[in-house]
């Protein structure tokens, strides 16, 4: 089993920071990506950013500019520094890695974390 424990959420002014890490553990093999989604209430889970095990990233047109996705391959964590924070960013933040287990037959897995709230207000 992959498990993803988050950390770093938290409450914060408009215009200020927040780092999320999410640290993967268990019977990992290999990971080929990571991300975050987040899921404000009443709205859908949206993507926030990916990067895959090459470092390429993507991000939403509503985060590109202020937030950056990193990874620490030998610690299997993805970070997510989250600068100009806008109350519009308010939401659980959750964490999503996909690859292979190392078990017989070196299954696929797609994990999720449980979600870390951010909340971005006055």
């Known amino acids: 089993q992959v498990q993803l424990v988050e950390s770093g959420g938290g409450l914060v002014q408009p215009g200020g920071s927040l780092r999320l890490a999410c640290a993967a553990s268990g019977s990992i093999f290999a990971i080929n990506a990571m991300g975050w989604y987040r899921q404000a209430p009443g709205k859908e889970r949206e993507l926030v950013a990916t990067?895959?095990?090459?470092?390429?990233?993507h991000y939403a047109d509503s985060v590109k500019g202020r937030f950056t996705i990193s990874r620490d391959n030998a610690k299997n964590t993805v970070y997510l520094q989250m600068n100009s924070l806008k109350p519009e960013d308010t939401a659980v933040y959750y964490c999503?890695?996909?690859?292979?287990?190392?078990?017989?037959?070196?299954?696929?897995?797609?994990?999720w974390g449980q979600g870390t709230q951010v909340t971005v207000s006055s």
């Open positions: 990067i895959t095990s090459d470092r390429i990233t």
């Open positions: 999503n890695c996909n690859g292979r287990m190392r078990s017989y037959g070196y299954p696929t897995f797609d994990s």
